[in-house]
């Protein structure tokens, strides 16, 4: 069984009592932005626990669960062109596993005294404007998430998660429901502010949606043009604006194996002759498999035109029974792992 429990939230009733402050149903257009930079930074064991963490404690902090909470909000709904960025800052701070001293009277009890393990961790909301370039608000809560094993437990457990949200059970260390808990403590929170500060709405507004160019397709020469159809034919089905092809040929020459990444020149052209705010490039291997198929290493990279940084960048290998299908299995996954993180 999980419990999970946000410093500050009253035990769930803090959500409930701010959901009668403000009645509002507005729906705040957001572009989302999930920071993994502490994935891997390793969290402090307590003195009863092992080296190892499991990697399933790590994913309850930074699976991209709390991007699914956005999406099924209806007071949420993520357009590439609101001004408003939320940056999600998860952290996983120290951990407990179950190897510890409660292992000694589970034994001892066979299982009726539960077993034991946490982790302690922290998630920050950062709510930034486009325009002004700066940030609006902080959020940040502590989180305690707590896994115990038992009979008593697996008794009683499902008459916890009937109860409150924040017990769920599951048979390992995973548990999605940590993501959904922090995300209610701080839409209940937002939402409360915005009932008491009217300037706080007018931050969330809509520009014009991102325009993409697909670029340079670093690969052999029978691949680069089918995978650059690929590319666009993914794109264009999940809604994002592209450029012309023919139009992007005619500076495609000045980005091409550039290894200092876009001159200036090539920037000008393109934010101001084809309104392209993003570039994407791919590097694409191709070679035999086994049972006459195919393996395809993809790397997928997006650069802000204005700045020349890079947004993003995607690696996958894959496999089909074509070199066509195998691209195009890889850049599924890749399209995936965008919408999953908000990326596009």
Same mark, same amino acid.
């Given at each position: 069984?999980?419990?999970?429990?946000?410093?500050?939230?009253?035990?769930?009733?803090?959500?409930?009592?701010?959901?009668?402050?403000?009645?509002?149903?507005?729906?705040?257009?957001?572009?989302?932005?999930?920071?993994?930079?502490?994935?891997?930074?390793?969290?402090?064991?307590?003195?009863?626990?092992?080296?190892?963490?499991?990697?399933?404690?790590?994913?309850?902090?930074?699976?991209?669960?709390?991007?699914?909470?956005?999406?099924?909000?209806?007071?949420?709904?993520?357009?590439?062109?609101?001004?408003?960025?939320?940056?999600?800052?998860?952290?996983?701070?120290?951990?407990?596993?179950?190897?510890?001293?409660?292992?000694?009277?589970?034994?001892?009890?066979?299982?009726?005294?539960?077993?034991?393990?946490?982790?302690?961790?922290?998630?920050?909301?950062?709510?930034?404007?486009?325009?002004?370039?700066?940030?609006?608000?902080?959020?940040?809560?502590?989180?305690?998430?707590?896994?115990?094993?038992?009979?008593?437990?697996?008794?009683?457990?499902?008459?916890?998660?009937?109860?409150?949200?924040?017990?769920?059970?599951? =048979?390992? &260390?995973? $548990?999605?429901? *940590?993501?959904?808990?922090?995300?209610?403590? @701080?839409?209940?929170?937002?939402? %409360?502010?915005?009932?008491?500060?009217?300037?706080?709405?007018?931050?969330?507004?809509?520009?014009?949606?991102?325009?993409?160019?697909?670029?340079?397709?670093?690969?052999?020469?029978?691949?680069?043009?089918?995978?650059?159809?690929?590319?666009?034919?993914?794109?264009?089905?999940?809604?994002?604006?592209?450029?012309?092809?023919?139009?992007?040929?005619?500076?495609?020459?000045?980005?091409?194996?550039?290894?200092?990444?876009?001159?200036?020149?090539?920037?000008?052209?393109?934010?101001?002759?084809?309104?392209?705010?993003?570039?994407?490039?791919?590097?694409?291997?191709?070679?035999?498999?086994?049972?006459?198929?195919?393996?395809?290493?993809?790397?997928?990279?997006?650069? =802000?035109? &204005?700045? $020349?940084?890079? *947004?993003?960048?995607?690696?996958?290998?894959? @496999?089909?029974?074509?070199?066509? %299908?195998?691209?195009?299995?890889?850049?599924?996954?890749?399209?995936?792992?965008?919408?999953?993180?908000?990326?596009?």
């Amino acid at each position: 069984m999980h419990q999970v429990n946000v410093e500050g939230d009253l035990l769930g009733a803090a959500p409930l009592l701010k959901s009668f402050e403000d009645r509002s149903d507005e729906t705040l257009p957001i572009q989302l932005h999930l920071d993994e930079a502490g994935r891997n930074v390793r969290p402090a064991p307590t003195p009863y626990s092992e080296s190892y963490i499991n990697r399933q404690l790590v994913a309850n902090y930074f699976s991209g669960d709390i991007v699914q909470s956005f999406r099924a909000s209806r007071h949420f709904r993520l357009d590439s062109g609101a001004n408003v960025v939320i940056i999600v800052r998860p952290e996983l701070l120290e951990f407990t596993d179950k190897d510890n001293l409660t292992q000694i009277p589970f034994f001892l009890t066979l299982g009726t005294f539960p077993g034991y393990g946490d982790t302690k961790g922290m998630m920050g909301f950062t709510l930034f404007d486009r325009k002004r370039r700066e940030i609006i608000k902080e959020y940040r809560y502590p989180v305690k998430h707590r896994f115990l094993v038992g009979w008593a437990i697996a008794l009683a457990g499902p008459v916890f998660a009937l109860v409150s949200e924040r017990f769920s059970m599951s =048979s390992n &260390e995973r $548990n999605p429901d *940590l993501s959904q808990v922090v995300f209610n403590q @701080f839409e209940a929170d937002l939402r %409360s502010d915005l009932a008491r500060d009217e300037t706080l709405l007018t931050h969330f507004t809509i520009g014009a949606k991102p325009v993409y160019a697909i670029g340079p397709v670093e690969a052999e020469e029978d691949y680069a043009i089918s995978t650059r159809r690929i590319l666009e034919g993914h794109f264009v089905r999940s809604g994002a604006i592209i450029v012309e092809r023919e139009q992007m040929d005619l500076v495609l020459d000045e980005l091409a194996h550039s290894q200092s990444g876009l001159t200036e020149s090539a920037r000008n052209r393109l934010g101001h002759q084809l309104n392209v705010d993003r570039l994407v490039s791919a590097t694409l291997t191709v070679r035999p498999a086994y049972s006459s198929s195919y393996d395809a290493h993809l790397t997928v990279r997006c650069i =802000s035109v &204005e700045t $020349n940084r890079i *947004l993003w960048s995607i690696e996958v290998e894959d @496999f089909g029974l074509s070199p066509e %299908s195998a691209i195009d299995r890889a850049m599924e996954e890749i399209m995936q792992e965008l919408h999953t993180k908000a990326r596009i």
